[in-house]
């Protein structure tokens, strides 16, 4: 829409202009309903045009540029206090190689790209917590970043942020993409008991699985799904895993999947050993599991978007992150 506004407002800018050379030069060139108006009225309008087109394209590039900073901010590293203490898990120095900054073009041994972004001033002694990004069907891993701008958000808090190019669904791929966070602990001082999952649609989907099949389901410390494509007579194939911090996120308008979420989270509330007859509803919408085994936060926040849109809990999702502890 601004794109449009601003294309208006720069024909107006050249209309104006034409127009006060006609009233200038050639005023009898312009007639309406076959009067010709007068020289200074033919001035006055094109001046009045030319000042409400230059306003407009103004105002149009200052609100782009203010999307793109806003945009691009959701891409930026942030800064970290590291609160040191002698609980805190160290890695040996020189032990891992892996810089500060942006890695973009990282690679497993199955081909699966993927990119790591630090806090703009990593410590590479200290082990960081890891919020690991599956992203949704189709996307690469630059789009991912762009669509859930999870980078600044969760760098601030102190994680390291991954995110990996799209696969297609097969239970091979999920176990691919699951090798991703032990690829970057060998590189980057990461807590290999703080490895939290996230994605949207395919993204959430292989969030989701990797936390309740055989192979991978030790490997998260919490999960937070969005839009995954699991039903829960799909999930009644599977055991239940250790009790495990889940926040599930699903829309009531979600066509492509519609009430999967409720399905899910009531599979995962029975696992955690949740009370699953009367959740409670919080100011922010979400409902809340009692009662869990573990003290588990077991949770269920449902929105109103259509299915390709992402919930934006930024926030919510890393404070979730933050405060789930290791249950395993």
């Not at 060998?186 to 008991?193: G, N």
């Not at 490997?219 to 009790?243: F, H, Q, T, W």
């Amino acid at each position: 829409m601004n794109a449009l506004l601003l294309i208006i407002f720069r024909v107006m800018i050249f209309f104006s202009v034409a127009l006060l050379a006609i009233g200038i030069f050639k005023p009898e060139w312009f007639r309406i309903r076959q009067k010709q108006p007068s020289r200074a009225t033919i001035i006055a309008v094109a001046i009045g045009l030319l000042v409400i087109g230059f306003i407009g394209a103004g105002a149009m590039q200052y609100a782009g540029k203010n999307n793109a900073e806003a945009d691009h901010s959701g891409k930026m590293l942030g800064e970290v206090v590291y609160a040191v203490d002698s609980r805190m898990l160290r890695c040996d120095s020189g032990t891992k190689p892996g810089t500060a900054g942006a890695s973009n073009d990282e690679k497993t041994a199955a081909g699966i790209r993927y990119m790591v972004k630090t806090p703009a001033n990593y410590n590479s002694h200290i082990a960081h917590p890891l919020l690991m990004v599956y992203a949704p069907g189709g996307r690469n891993r630059y789009e991912s970043e762009e669509y859930m701008y999870l980078t600044q958000e969760a760098t601030s808090a102190g994680f390291i942020v991954a995110y990996a190019d799209y696969r297609k669904m097969t239970p091979e791929t999920i176990e691919a993409l699951a090798d991703i966070p032990g690829e970057i602990e060998k590189k980057w001082c990461i807590d290999k008991k703080r490895i939290f999952l996230t994605g949207h649609s395919d993204g959430g989907t292989t969030a989701m699985g990797i936390a309740f099949m055989n192979g991978t389901k030790h490997i998260p410390a919490a999960i937070a799904p969005s839009a995954a494509g699991i039903r829960g007579e799909d999930l009644k194939e599977y055991s239940c895993p250790n009790p495990l911090p889940v926040m599930v996120m699903h829309s009531s308008q979600d066509t492509l999947f519609p009430g999967y979420g409720k399905e899910a989270i009531q599979w995962w509330a029975a696992c955690n050993g949740c009370e699953t007859s009367s959740p409670v509803k919080g100011a922010d919408g979400c409902v809340t599991y009692k009662g869990c085994k573990n003290n588990v936060a077991t949770r269920y926040c449902e929105g109103t978007g259509p299915h390709p849109e992402w919930p934006g809990n930024n926030k919510a999702i890393i404070d979730f992150f933050r405060s789930s502890q290791d249950v395993r």
